[in-house]
């Protein structure tokens, strides 16, 4: 069994962090919606246009910038025609160049999107797109590369989370709060139900390495986060209260988890034993670093023992969140300055578990976070911060920025 790393772990709180000029070696690239609601891509210390058409009088904006391994670049417009929502898709081959309008329907919103993790065939790649309509949620399912796009609802519920396996040829889904389903994507549609019944979680994982199955499964009144791999079932942890959320490290080794919004607890994938946790409680949100050496966290920046995510959505003070970083290797905990998120950004951590599985806010080298922030001032900036250094550096502004996989 590893040592348990409880917090006699250092803590460093890392105070006014100031903004800084951006620099030009960041890694990998980072996409973001600028406060005129247009699509930019951020490379190099310089900022792209990829769309110049938005006009948010007239309710035409873009949204949900969303990255695939291997650097193409989904985007979505939303506006309104005769009434209704009318939504359309774009894909960007790098994110250097505009997108191509590759699907686009009236009367449906986009809620979420997700890139399968590996290619469908030569330059082809499934998108998964959560949609809602008058009558609820759905998964439409674009195959998009050269050529005509293949569209297809593969699936509805209220609420509905699903996770890629690896290869992409499957999906795990949590439906309704009542069951688990594996999707087979390659045999047109195949769908088996596995036994556990859902307890109260929200988004499911597929592990990142292999076909073991991550989930909350109901027990009495309670939560059994477990692992099914195949016939087999190991519970990680056990009767857990409230809300359960979870997260996959990339290597597949650990597993990180919150229940009713308490500390945050990282145990060994294989056997269930406790590896690190937090002293913080009200951790909001936590996201992996890509090298699974580091998780980040959000909590309220003040009297965390008493959150709620009621009051966080509605509390005027512009400095209530707290990015604080965990090194599960050698205990060490940092905590940074306070922020205050932007509406946009406040979603994806509503949402977190599963955002983190398709939105990096991680740069590809594991070491900077980026967040969209909202001064005091009613200014909205897209920040970098710096987890060695603890400095912080403003690239543009902006509501929402996501950073590529690679």
């Given at each position: ?5 409880l917090l006699t772990m250092v803590f460093i709180l890392l105070q006014g962090v100031s903004s800084v ?337 398709s939105h990096r806010l991680w740069s590809p080298d594991s070491r900077y976070l980026l967040y969209s ?5 009613g200014v909205t900036l897209i920040t970098v911060l710096d987890t060695q250094l603890g400095e912080a ?14």
């Open positions: 069994m590893r040592k348990v790393l000029s951006a620099q030009d070696d960041l890694p990998g690239s980072i996409a973001y919606i600028g406060t005129d609601y247009n699509v930019y891509t951020f490379a190099g210390g310089e900022s792209v246009a990829l769309t110049d058409d938005a006009n948010v009088e007239n309710r035409y904006v873009y949204q949900l910038p969303t990255w695939a391994p291997g650097g193409r670049l989904a985007y979505f417009s939303r506006g309104r025609s005769a009434d209704e929502p009318q939504l359309g898709v774009y894909v960007s081959p790098d994110g250097v160049r505009g997108g191509e309008r590759v699907y686009e329907t009236n009367g449906n919103v986009l809620n979420y999107a997700y890139w399968s993790p590996e290619d469908c065939g030569e330059n082809c790649r499934d998108l998964a797109l959560l949609l809602s309509d008058e009558t609820g949620l759905f998964v439409e399912l674009l195959r998009t590369g050269e050529g005509e796009v293949e569209a297809e609802m593969i699936g509805r519920g209220g609420p509905f989370y699903y996770s890629w396996s690896p290869d992409g040829a499957q999906m795990l889904w949590q439906r309704n709060m009542q069951r688990l389903d594996v999707y087979d994507v390659a045999e047109a549609g195949v769908v088996r139900t596995l036994t556990q019944q859902p307890g109260i979680f929200q988004a499911p994982m597929w592990s990142p390495i292999d076909d073991r199955l991550l989930v909350g499964a109901l027990n009495a009144n309670q939560t059994d986060l477990v692992v099914v791999d195949g016939e087999q079932t190991l519970t990680l942890a056990a009767e857990l209260r409230g809300l359960v959320a979870f997260a996959w490290s990339p290597d597949g080794r650990y597993v990180a988890y919150t229940d009713n919004y308490g500390v945050l607890n990282v145990v060994d994938a294989r056997s269930g034993a406790l590896v690190a946790r937090t002293l913080d409680v009200g951790v909001f949100a936590f996201f992996w670093s890509p090298d699974s050496s580091t998780l980040a966290y959000v909590t309220l920046a003040r009297e965390r023992d008493t959150f709620s995510a009621k009051r966080l959505q509605q509390d005027a003070n512009p400095h209530n969140l707290l990015w604080s970083v965990l090194n599960v290797q050698n205990g060490q905990l940092r905590a940074y300055a306070q922020f205050f998120p932007t509406s946009e950004l406040l979603y994806l951590l509503s949402y977190f578990d599963q955002f983190a599985q922030e909202e001064t005091a001032e550096q403003t690239i543009a502004e902006g509501v929402i920025g996501i950073w590529s996989f690679e």
